[in-house]
């Protein structure tokens, strides 16, 4: 029997493409058949990823892109449209994260907090959405532990990613009745460049910041990217408005 994680003659537009999950998504999903449009605002990154995907036999659209500009996210899906003719799945892995007292962060913090990884998904789910709305396609969006649990000097990272969580449940309600499904992934710590940006909120104090992590250690980023590609793919076609933690029991530790 052919499996269902099959995205052979598929497209999919990866956010994030040049970064740890990212990267490794947009591999998994190539695995699968899929081409894809690889986006990044890091050039240099992205190149890395699209060696790989190459290397696969897959077709390759390289966008380095800024998703703080909304007129970019609605470019990156008109590109991939103009491209293959197609797009299929939608991956929002594109983050920030910024840490710091609330009554110290800068304002240009906070706003490219929202931006990347609360507004741009939005912004690249509306409109992808008129391409899958006949045929079918699935937006997957990449939340947090953050999403449910409250971190000190976390407050845009936790904030953005709450409300990922509730625009994924809220446009899967809204497209009910359509074929397009949209889910999401809450990931736990994972050992990647932006994991990094977390110390300046440990050094403030930790108790404050709260039990991050778990003895089991961090997510294997490959195993975070399988469930995105999951999602991704027709395999996941019972799925709508669900958000899949894969975090080592952090949220339960
Ligand atoms: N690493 C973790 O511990 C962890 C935990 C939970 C959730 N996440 C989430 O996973 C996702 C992927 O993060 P990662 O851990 O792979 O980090 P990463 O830093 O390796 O990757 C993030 C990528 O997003 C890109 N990016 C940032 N700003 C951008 C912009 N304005 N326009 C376009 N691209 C931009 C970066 O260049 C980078 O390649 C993020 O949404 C993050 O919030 C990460």
Known sequence: MPTMMDMTGQVALVTGAGGGLGGASAVRIAE??????????????????????????????????DLTDRAQCAAAVAKTVAEFGRIDALCNIAG???????????????????????????????????????????????????????????SAYCASKAGLLHLTKTMAVEYIKTPIRINAVAPGGMDTALAGEAHPAFALD??????????????????????????????????????????????VW
């Open 32 to 65: 699968l058949g899929a081409d894809v449009a690889l986006l990044d605002v890091s050039a240099e990154a992205l190149a890395g990823t699209a060696e790989k995907v190459r290397a696969m036999g897959r077709k390759v659209l390289e966008l380095p892109l």
């Open 96 to 154: 920030v994260l910024r840490c710091g007292r609330s009554e110290d962060i800068a304002e240009a913090d906070w706003d490219i907090v929202m931006k990347v990884n609360l507004e741009a998904p939005f912004f690249l789910s509306r409109a992808a959405v008129p391409h899958m709305i006949e045929k079918g396609g699935a937006i997957v969006n990449v939340c947090s532990t953050a999403a449910f649990k409250a971190q000190g000097f976390f």
């Open 206 to 251: 930790p108790e404050v910041v709260g039990r991050l992590g778990n003895p089991r250690g961090m997510c294997v980023i490959d195993d975070v990217a399988d469930m995105v590609a999951y999602l991704a793919s027709p395999a996941s076609r019972s799925m709508q408005g669900s958000c899949v933690v894969v975090d080592t029991g952090e949220i």
